[in-house]
C-alpha cells in the first residue's frame, strides 16, 4: 500500500528532492501533542519548549487536512509538506511514512501527525536524545524528546485522556501534565496552541479557532492558558456581533456577557458591549458599562465621538451629550 508514497513524495517535495534536508545543529527539545475532538472534528497541536519562538517551527494545521507537530533536530518541510499529503488525500500514517523515507537524517527527527479522519501516526528517530518518546493513542498523539525524566509523555497521555472540555483545554491539560513531570531537562521559554475546524469553509481566517503564540515567558504555558482564555473571550465577542447582524438581540448580549466574565478587565469589550446595548435601544443599561471604560482609558470618550460618521453609532446630539457624561 505504501508503494506509492515515494513518487508522490518526490513530486510534492522539491526540498528532499534537491537533496537531504540540512540538520540543525541543535534540537528543538520539545513536547508536542497533535489530536481531533471526534465530536466537533476539529483538529489541534499544541507545544511548549525551551526554545525561542517555537510556534515558529513546530505546529502546524489546515483545516479539513490534518495536524502536525515536527521537532528534535527540526525539519519544517515535515509540517508544509506532511498536510500538502494529507490535503491529497493520503492518510497521516502513509505520508509520514513516506516522509520518512525521502529523509536522510530520520533517526534525529521526532514527528506526530493526525488527519482529519483521525488516523494517527509518530515517529521517535533513535538518535533523538533522550529522555524521548510518544504515545499514539486514538484520535491523539503525544511526542517529547530531551525531557528530564521518561514519565513526561505517558503523563500526557493519561491528562488528555481524563480531562473534559474542548480541544483546546484538554491539549493544554496535557502540556500541564508534561511540566508538571519536570518537562525539558533545560527549562521552558515558549509555546503555543493552534486549533482549526474538522471542515474548510473556504474561509481559513473563520475556520482558525485558535492560533497562539508565547515567544519568550519565564512561565510560557501559565501564559498561553491566559491567551487561550482571552481567545475565548474574542470569540463569544464575535458570535456576539454575527447575532447583532441577525437581529437577535438577545443572542448578542447573552455572548457579549459571557465574554466580560471570560475578560472582566477587558475595556475593549466593555465598551463594544455598550456600543451594542445602545444600538439595540437599552441606552440605560449601557450607561454603567461606558462609566467602566471611560475610568480604564478617557480616550474611549473620543472614540464613541467618531462612532457616527462611521455609520457605527445614532446621529443624536442629546444621546452624545448623556452618554460622553457618563463618567461619574
Avoid at 13 to 41: L, N, Q
Avoid at 131 to 151: L, P, R
Avoid at 267 to 278: G, K, P, R, T
Wanted: hydrophobic share 45%.
Amino acid at each position: 500500500m505504501l508503494r506509492s508514497i515515494p513518487l508522490l513524495v518526490l513530486l510534492a517535495m522539491p526540498a528532499f528532492a534537491a537533496g537531504p534536508a540540512p540538520v540543525p545543529k541543535r534540537p528543538v527539545h520539545t513536547y508536542s501533542i497533535v489530536a481531533r475532538d471526534p465530536e466537533t472534528g476539529d483538529l489541534g497541536v499544541a507545544v511548549q519548549s525551551h526554545w525561542f519562538s517555537v510556534g515558529s517551527t513546530v505546529p502546524w494545521a489546515e483545516a479539513g487536512v490534518g495536524a502536525v507537530a515536527t521537532q528534535s533536530f527540526v525539519d519544517p518541510s515535515y509540517g508544509k509538506l506532511g498536510l500538502e499529503l494529507m490535503r491529497a488525500g493520503r492518510s497521516a500514517p502513509q505520508s509520514l511514512a513516506g516522509l520518512l523515507a525521502a529523509d536522510t537524517a530520520s533517526q534525529v527527527r521526532q514527528v506526530g501527525m493526525i488527519d482529519a479522519q483521525g488516523r494517527v501516526a509518530a515517529h521517535t528517530g533513535e538518535k533523538c536524545i533522550a529522555a524521548a518518546g510518544h504515545i499514539v493513542g486514538e484520535n491523539f498523539s503525544v511526542q517529547a524528546n530531551m525531557m528530564e525524566k521518561d514519565t513526561v509523555w505517558p503523563a500526557m497521555a493519561k491528562a488528555y485522556r481524563e480531562s473534559k472540555g474542548d480541544l483546546a483545554e484538554r491539549m493544554l491539560a496535557a502540556l500541564e501534565a508534561a511540566e508538571a513531570q519536570g518537562g525539558d531537562i533545560r527549562g521552558k521559554q515558549s509555546a503555543a496552541l493552534i486549533v482549526v475546524s474538522g471542515k474548510a469553509s473556504g474561509r481559513p481566517w473563520a475556520d482558525r479557532k485558535f492560533d497562539l503564540r508565547v515567544d519568550d515567558h519565564t512561565a510560557p504555558l501559565k501564559e498561553l492558558r491566559r491567551l487561550v482564555t482571552l481567545q475565548r473571550a474574542y470569540n463569544l465577542m464575535n458570535e456576539g456581533d454575527l447575532a447583532i447582524e441577525r437581529n437577535d438581540t438577545q443572542a448578542a448580549l447573552k455572548a457579549y456577557s459571557a465574554a466580560e466574565e471570560l475578560a472582566p478587565g477587558n475595556a475593549e469589550m466593555v465598551f463594544w458591549h455598550a456600543v451594542s446595548l445602545v444600538n439595540v435601544g437599552k441606552v440605560d443599561e449601557a450607561v454603567p458599562l461606558l462609566q467602566k471604560a471611560y475610568k480604564a482609558d478617557p480616550r474611549w470618550k473620543e472614540l464613541l465621538k467618531r462612532l457616527p460618521k462611521s455609520g457605527l453609532f445614532p446621529e443624536d446630539p442629546k444621546l452624545m451629550t448623556k452618554l460622553l457624561g457618563a463618567v461619574r
